[in-house]
């Protein structure tokens, strides 16, 4: 009977085969790869006749089973979107992963648009919040940013995972200083934002600057004609109001896209520090403590001016023009600081008090300006883009230091300093960047591409002293500095999807080449360096219900051009910020292991290592009785943790998005009395964010958001910060079928974002309390004119090497 099995098979192959059933499968997304849940999926024969007919599930997949081998038509339809059609032979297992539909804008007309929720949408190396049209258009990109799942904006910085991300805007780096970029996305209006991608583990054609990257995706303009708005915001503080006004405006022809974007920005900011610092001997005992009122009030008026121009030359190429432009004048930029310190001995009794008064008159201008072009091949998705970019910044400081000392009775000034110093740094930098993608077919996709670019940067001080009225420069406080960076990359990358499993690994090389020179202190120093950057992904769809997915990651995170600058910028008399010209670039490794649970419950573990790390660190230096903020290198920072994540339906009106975070914190540092001696502080931290989104009426037309933030006490290098929690509550209401609406809001309700900072090991001893205005008031206004549903093609606000042109005084 065995030896009849070959010859039984041979006679019945060609009846198996006959009989012989496949799987259809696929994943339908827009155009900002969320998924299109509930469309409608049709299957036809090569005649047009329907063979099965089904729609996609709440995660926007779906599938034929038992299907015979031959020629099929595939069609999707759902509304809002052009129906999709495709023709294929099938003869094995289909898996049609990310089917795209596309946007068509004229099915709105009539249809009253009202606000939605915001959804989430979880892939493979990024969370990405979709906003388009949301109960959070009526504010500003930066609020919304302060909802984004695994965003954290608190005290100026703006974080992912505990680092600081890289901006880019629709796939373009934004070539800003952290606390610049904050500014001017507080000035652009949410209202045509489309998404905003965190992307933890950024692909290797992103640039390897940056512990993340965080992607912001505006609408684009699909239908010919005009629109345009008018808006603002208007927030309340604890000491001062800030206001934001501004206008919009697109336009679309047959072969030309326009968008213009204006918004001005006055304001007022209060802070408020509080400092003790306790000097040591040798013997490291206490000999004498500082105790520090510090009050500011920082006045700006910021003018943000975005336009983008697209061209289409043909059906397969497009020429863009973009810029982004911030001035910040001097005559509306002032900040007053004012501080008491008061010394004492180390029995505690008051020695000497002094006041300082410190005015400084600041002047911003950062221009940049984007030259696109891309063309399509005949091959659907085979493209290539060509950028070109250019940023020109100049920052002025003015800066009038007054300080007085006084006896203990305080009645009587023993002794007067007054010095005034002028600071400029002009940077000029210029990038090109050539990006190549072929899909080799529906499973495998090939990218490449390379860039270069060229920093120059020249800062100089001068520092004058007023003694007996007479005005003398400081010899010892005036030099230029000169620095200059070149970096060249080159990158490849391959992903490939099969039935369940994606896969998706890329390198990126990048050599560096930088020179930094003091001119009048005749020292300079040179660095060259070539790091390799590669980055691995890897997902397995074990079933409808299950998700496993693992990546690696090497990044690089380069000094900011300012923080390379050694010029003192003072506080007081003695207490200052300082540059370090000796900074080394930090690189990290991050590994990540996830699990998904019904496309709804996300878990990650993951593990990052940090070399070289840059910190700004307070230092005090007993032996003069000073304080300074400095950036430097520390050894190392260890972290890993598990995360969670949900974005679900609670009931019809209310979705529910929680993020929780267990984390463990360890940074290696040198300092102390013995310089090389290594110290070691950890932590384990906990990290919480739940958003409710609510919905009411029948249209839906009135929203609320209600956001709850929690981050117990961290530690960051050798400092330890307190615990911070914030509520926010934000109310909208549309009118007019959406072509205006209000919004009312407080943040920070109970005014708990406010936290301490101590700073304790070996020979250092400084506890700081800062308060800032965090609880707020805010109010909102939009009102939207001409063909107003149509979407903007609003293009991004360019972030990179620019990220670096950091003002190293902005925080403080």
Not at 169 to 188: A, P
Not at 723 to 738: A, E, I, M, T, Y
Request: charge should be negative; charged fraction near 20%; glycine fraction near 4%.
């Amino acid at each position: 009977m065995l030896k009849k099995l070959p010859l039984l098979f041979i006679c019945f192959f060609p009846l198996f085969a006959l009989t012989q059933n496949y799987i259809i499968s696929g994943h339908v997304v827009d155009e900002n790869k969320i998924s299109v849940a509930f469309s409608n999926v049709i299957l036809m024969d090569s005649d047009s006749e329907v063979k099965s007919g089904t729609t996609t599930d709440d995660s926007g997949d779906f599938k034929f089973e038992n299907i015979q081998e031959g020629t099929y038509i595939l069609k999707i339809s759902y509304l809002g979107f052009e129906d999709y059609s495709l023709t294929f032979e099938l003869y094995k297992n289909i898996a049609f992963n990310n089917i795209v539909l596309s946007e068509k804008a004229e099915a709105l007309e009539g249809v009253l648009v009202t606000a939605k929720r915001p959804t989430v949408k979880r892939l493979i190396d990024r969370v990405v919040f979709d906003v388009e049209n949301s109960t959070l258009s009526n504010y500003n990109v930066l609020d919304v940013l302060k909802n984004t799942p695994g965003v954290m904006v608190a005290d100026n910085k703006i974080t992912v995972k505990n680092g600081e991300p890289i901006i880019y805007l629709n796939d373009k780096r934004v070539y800003l200083s952290s606390n610049e970029i904050q500014q001017l996305l507080e000035g652009t209006t949410a209202q045509n934002l489309k998404s905003i991608e965190v992307i933890t583990n950024p692909p290797a054609r992103y640039d390897a600057e940056g512990n993340a990257v965080i992607n912001i995706v505006t609408s684009k303009n699909i239908v010919a004609g005009y629109n345009g708005s008018v808006y603002g915001n208007y927030k309340q503080g604890y000491k001062y109001p800030k206001y934001s006004l501004g206008t919009s405006h697109f336009f679309k022809a047959d072969k030309l896209n326009g968008y213009l974007n204006y918004s001005g920005n006055p304001r007022k900011d209060y802070r408020h520090n509080s400092e003790i610092v306790n000097f040591k001997d040798e013997l490291n005992e206490t000999s004498a403590i500082w105790e520090t009122d510090f009050k500011r009030t920082k006045e700006t008026l910021n003018h943000n001016l975005n336009a983008n121009i697209d061209y289409e030359l043909n059906e397969n190429n497009t020429l863009s023009f973009s810029s982004s432009i911030l001035i910040a004048p001097e005559k509306n930029t002032n900040t007053d600081i004012n501080s008491t310190t008061e010394m004492f001995s180390v029995n505690y009794i008051l020695d000497s008090l002094f006041d300082t008064t410190n005015r400084a008159n600041l002047k911003t201008n950062n221009l940049a300006f984007n030259l696109d072009f891309v063309h399509d091949f005949k091959k659907e998705g085979e493209k290539l883009s060509v950028n070109f970019h250019h940023t020109n910044y100049d920052f002025t400081s003015l800066q009038n230091v007054n300080t007085k000392y006084y006896l203990p009775n305080g009645n009587v000034s023993f002794r007067e300093n007054v010095f005034q110093t002028n600071a400029n740094q002009k940077t000029q930098l210029y990038t090109g960047q050539l990006d190549y993608q072929l899909p080799l077919n529906h499973n495998i996709q090939i990218e490449a591409g390379i860039k270069v670019s060229d920093i120059d940067s020249e800062s100089f001080i001068n520092q004058f002293v007023l003694n007996n009225g007479q005005i003398s420069e400081d010899i010892d406080e005036q030099d230029t500095f000169l620095y200059g960076e070149k970096n060249y990359a080159v990158y490849s990358s391959f992903a490939k999807d099969w039935d369940k499993w994606s896969f998706k690994t890329g390198l990126r090389v990048e050599h560096t080449s930088l020179i930094g020179e003091l001119l009048l202190a005749a020292s300079s120093n040179k660095i060259n360096y070539t790091k390799f950057f590669p980055s691995f992904y890897l997902s397995d769809q074990i079933n409808d219900n299950n998700q496993i997915y693992f990546s690696y990651n090497k990044r690089i995170s380069r000094p900011r051009y300012n923080d390379l600058n050694p010029f003192k910028y003072y506080l007081n008399d003695n207490t200052y910020i300082v540059g370090n010209p000796n900074l080394q670039p930090q690189i990290d490794d991050v590994f990540t292991l996830g699990y998904t649970l019904k496309s709804t419950y996300t878990f990650e573990v993951y593990y990052r290592n940090e070399n070289n790390p840059s910190l700004q660190l307070l230092q005090q230096d007993n032996e003069n009785n000073k304080v300074r903020y400095i950036n430097t290198n520390i050894d190392r920072n260890i972290s890993y943790g598990l995360d969670f994540m949900t974005y679900t339906n609670i009931v019809t009106n209310w979705n529910l998005y929680v993020l929780s975070s267990l984390f463990y914190y360890e940074g290696k540092y040198y300092g102390g009395l013995n310089k090389n001696q290594l110290y070691t502080n950890d932590k384990w931290s906990v990290y919480g964010q739940i958003i409710n989104y609510f919905s009411f009426l029948q249209d839906k037309s009135l929203t609320a958001d209600i956001s709850y933030n929690y981050i117990s006490a961290i530690v960051d290098g050798p400092s330890v910060y307190s615990l911070r929690h914030g509520l926010d509550v934000n109310l909208r209401k549309s009118f007019w079928s959406n072509r205006a609406s209000l919004s009312i809001g407080v943040t920070d309700a109970f005014n708990t974002q406010n936290f301490d900072m101590t700073n304790n090991y070996a020979n250092q001893d400084l506890y700081m309390k800062s308060r800032m205005e965090n609880r707020m008031f805010t109010f909102g206004f939009n009102y939207k004119f001409g063909n107003y549903k149509l979407s903007s093609n609003k293009k991004e606000i360019n972030i990179d090497e620019r990220d670096r042109l950091e003002n190293n005084n902005s925080n403080h």
